[in-house]
């Protein structure tokens, strides 16, 4: 059994590499998240990580932020909301900090314009596997109508072209009015 102060350093270290070595965004962070406090150290269970995943995206700010917030909060309360916003936050701190300092050698530098733009590559391939992996995890709930939502969701805003906050109040709806109707079918 880990002791809290063994169980906060390996959250910190977890989540400082997953910062440090994500590219793509908080959707891969959180993705990575999941795979590292999931199935690795067996910490959080698949589906509570599904909620904490809602609860990151549902929240303002930057999710791999707000992914940190809830896991940590969850792994070990306020301390453990410390130690991992801290961890997320300083490799970005870092990277931008000596982009914008060596701002004008690496705009004009060929070598770092070709290794981002194939970066830019590798990072659509990784959003596409996050994307298939959140699916195929909503899509075990065996509901059906997690499906409807889940296409309408995209058709809304790919093809209507659907503000995305519109999109988020009317899951919320959806999912409020699921609880209610699940309690009250368990009232009866």
Not at 70 to 88: E, N, Q, R
Request: charged letters at 15%; aromatic letters at 14%.
């Amino acid at each position: 059994m880990t002791t809290q102060k063994e169980k906060l350093m390996k959250l910190f270290i977890s989540t400082l590499y997953l910062s440090a070595f994500t590219f793509g965004g908080g959707y891969v962070i959180v993705t990575l998240m999941r795979k590292k406090f999931v199935s690795d150290y067996h910490w959080i269970e698949e589906e509570e990580m599904y909620d904490l995943i809602a609860i990151a995206q549902s929240a303002p700010g930057a999710i791999a932020v707000n992914g940190a917030i809830v896991v940590g909060y969850k792994l070990a309360g306020i301390l453990g909301i410390i130690v991992s916003v801290i961890a997320t936050i300083i490799p970005p701190f870092i990277i931008i900090s000596i982009v914008s300092t060596f701002y004008n050698l690496f705009k004009t530098n060929i070598f770092i314009s070709l290794m981002l733009e194939g970066m830019q590559a590798g990072i659509g391939a990784v959003i596409a596997s996050v994307v298939y992996e959140m699916a195929s995890g909503l899509l075990k709930e065996k509901n059906p109508l997690y499906l409807v939502i889940m296409i309408g969701a995209f058709i809304g805003n790919y093809f209507f072209k659907i503000n995305v906050i519109y999109i988020i109040i009317i899951c919320i709806l959806f999912g409020f009015i699921q609880f209610f109707v699940l309690k009250r079918r368990d009232s009866l």
